[in-house]
């Protein structure tokens, strides 16, 4: 039987997550905004994408490694904004502006490979 390292990780995560959001649910606990926090749980995902997608390719940023850093900054700029109740007709725009960046950054490395 084939173990993989980190399943049961995930598995304990969607636990407590269940546990909690019923919590929430029953009263007995109150998250506020603090529930957008688990949002980082991807975006941390994507960071560390990027850093391997990086390292694999020498030290050279590539059009892979430069999407995944852009979706988890993406997703940072999200979380800020939800945990700080910041106005998103500024985060809007932002965050076309970030998504327009990295679809630039790949399709300028994509270009350079050729």
Do not use: H
Not at 15 to 25: C, E, N, P, R, T
Not at 89 to 95: D, K, N
Not at 99 to 104: K, R, S
């Amino acid at each position: 039987m084939e173990r993989r390292g980190g399943s049961w990780i995930g598995g304990l995560m969607l636990i407590g997550l269940g546990i909690l959001l019923l919590m929430q649910k029953t009263g007995t606990i109150s998250f506020g905004r603090w529930w957008s926090l688990l949002i980082l749980i991807p975006a941390v995902a994507a960071f560390a994408n990027a850093w391997k997608e990086y390292q694999a390719a020498g030290g050279r940023l590539t059009g892979r490694a430069s999407i995944a850093l852009i979706g988890g900054l993406l997703l940072s700029t999200v979380t800020a904004a939800l945990l700080l109740n910041l106005d998103w007709g500024w985060f809007g725009p932002a965050l076309l502006l970030l998504a327009g960046l990295g679809i630039f950054v790949r399709g300028y490395a994509d270009q350079k490979r050729e």
